[in-house]
């Protein structure tokens, strides 16, 4: 152990479940810090946090009955320094007390209680990255966090190639924003659907088209009439939606993938069971649609890094940074679904 731990932190608790508001969610002072890490595990001690709408899910939906949830603690984003290492951590992870790293915490972890929204966490090594240079601890937490991992999920299951023609629903988001850049710096040419409010930022980020989505209600009906000759070979949706997939024939080259990640088990199971299982003589829709889910893993936020160091993320957008009593004000910006780019948790000083 390289330096004495408090003998108690502060970290956010779930008191009850139902939306992430102040009745639900209670900020504690005198939260026991992790014990000094075991085996592969290491002491990360938390500067920031990024918030996901998955973590409002989780809030909402994992029981606070069960023993072990009576003061569990939310958050899976999470940037900081180890400040301690177990003894079986491999040397060729080149982690060392001081080491900045950067990623987001397993489901599981977070299902038991030890969520990233408190002062220190324990974490596997094997699941973090060190943090790229360039970027701050706030925006590490951001990129290597949920969102830059799963749209490395995203660009990794759609095997694009350069010269290609990609449609991305939902580009101002957390995940969005960085899958746009992402996509163009493969080179492939990126049209983006956003509000015009976001049109600029995702300019910034590589779009070559932007598409209103809210000047062209629904926007299905305009794709269909302004790509019908000339079809997308992928289309990425990060925003959720029937229409964009069942009209999707007008305006996506058959055999090309739809590719979702809304609408998952965390999001309810309709949409897999009409567009994945419902076949094209029963009224399914004659493209393959590919529902994701992220598990976060150490690999996909080192590919986000290295996307970073390769120059394809240039930026990390940040909609909005909030102190750690500010959490349940930062959660009421993620819910209201309008975050361009990520809503961040600043729980100490880097
Ligand atoms: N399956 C998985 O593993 C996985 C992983 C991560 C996230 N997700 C899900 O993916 C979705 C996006 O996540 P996120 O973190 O990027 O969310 P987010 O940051 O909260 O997304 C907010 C953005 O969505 C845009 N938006 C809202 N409605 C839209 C619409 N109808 N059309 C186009 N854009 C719209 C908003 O732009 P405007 O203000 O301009 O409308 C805003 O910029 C969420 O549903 C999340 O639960 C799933």
Redesign the pocket.
């Given at each position: 152990m390289a330096s004495a731990l408090p003998k108690t932190m502060k970290a956010w608790v779930v008191v009850k479940n139902g939306p992430a508001t102040s009745a639900n969610l209670a900020l504690q002072s005198t939260r026991p810090p992790p014990t000094a890490p075991t085996g592969s595990n290491i002491l990360v001690k938390v500067t920031h946090a990024a918030l996901?709408?998955?973590d409002i899910?989780f809030i909402n939906v994992l029981p606070t009955w069960l023993p072990f949830r009576r003061v569990a603690t939310p958050g899976l984003d999470f940037a900081g320094s180890v400040v301690a290492l177990g003894p079986a951590v491999p040397a060729e992870t080149n982690l060392k007390v001081g080491t900045t790293v950067c990623g987001a915490l397993a489901v599981a972890q977070v299902f038991f209680g030890a969520g990233s929204l408190a002062e220190y966490v324990v974490v596997p090594a094997s699941l973090v990255a060190v943090k790229p240079e360039r970027f701050t601890n706030a925006q590490a937490a951001g990129l290597m966090g949920?969102?830059g991992?799963?749209a490395s999920?995203m660009v990794q299951h759609a095997a694009l190639k350069a010269g290609q023609r990609v449609l991305i629903?939902?580009?101002?988001?957390?995940?969005?924003?960085v899958l746009v850049q992402i996509v163009k710096g493969l080179g492939v040419k990126v049209y983006a659907?956003?509000?015009?409010?976001?049109e600029e930022m995702v300019r910034r980020l590589g779009a070559d088209e932007v598409i209103d989505?809210?000047a062209h209600d629904p926007?299905e009906t305009f794709l269909a009439e302004k790509f019908k000759d000339e079809p997308f070979d992928i289309i990425f949706d990060?925003?959720?939606?029937d229409g964009l997939y069942t009209q999707s024939p007008s305006y996506l080259k058959p055999g090309c993938k739809f590719i979702?990640?809304?609408?998952?088990p965390?999001?309810g199971v309709i949409p897999f069971i009409k567009h994945k299982l419902r076949p094209v003589f029963l009224g399914g829709t004659p493209r393959p649609f590919h529902?994701?889910?992220?598990?976060p893993a150490g690999n996909f936020a080192r590919q986000a890094a290295k996307y970073v160091e390769e120059g394809l993320i240039k930026e990390a957008p940040i909609?909005s940074e909030y102190s750690l009593e500010e959490v349940v004000q930062a959660y009421e910006r993620?819910a209201?679904?309008?975050?361009?780019?990520?809503?961040i948790i600043k729980v100490a000083e880097e």
């Open positions: 996901n709408p998955a899910h949920i969102a991992q799963t999920l629903n939902g580009a101002s988001g957390g995940v969005g924003s659907v956003c509000s015009g409010a976001n989505y809210k926007v990060c925003a959720g939606g979702t990640i809304v609408g998952g965390s999001q529902l994701l889910g992220l598990s909609d993620v209201s679904k309008r975050a361009k780019g990520k809503v």
